[in-house]
């Protein structure tokens, strides 16, 4: 059975939509820094170092630029008198998405038990 056209523009569009969400999010870096952003709220360049243990400082500045130029993450600047600090956050942008990365986050715990039970 074959969809309407209408069907058929809205099942394209989602298939669009989901496969231009899959390609931001996709690689093994950014849902480490979205992760660690959540939860640590904001970090400097340095501190991704520390919680992101084996990212190159090459490879974060393009996540980090990728992520930003989607309105995840934005740079902000604290300045004090000593000196100037960057860091980033989550967006409001970005908060949206926590509930399906958490799902994602579920999902490969509970996935994790089952392939485990099964080679024991």
């Known amino acids: 059975m074959k969809p309407c056209i209408e069907d058929e523009r809205i099942l394209k569009q ?17 849902f480490c820094i979205l992760l660690n952003l959540h939860y640590y709220e904001k970090l400097r360049f340095k501190d991704f170092f520390e919680v992101s243990k084996g990212i190159s400082p090459k490879v974060l500045t393009s996540e980090l630029a990728t992520l930003e130029a989607h309105s995840l993450i934005e740079k902000n600047i604290e300045f004090t008198p000593t000196k100037d600090i960057t860091y980033y956050r989550l967006t409001k942008h970005a908060q949206e998405i926590w509930h399906v990365l958490n799902t994602l986050i579920e999902f490969g715990l509970s996935n994790r038990k089952e392939v485990i039970s099964k080679l024991i």
């Open 14 to 30: 989602r298939f669009l939509a989901l496969r231009d969400t899959l390609d931001l999010l996709s690689g093994k870096w950014r």
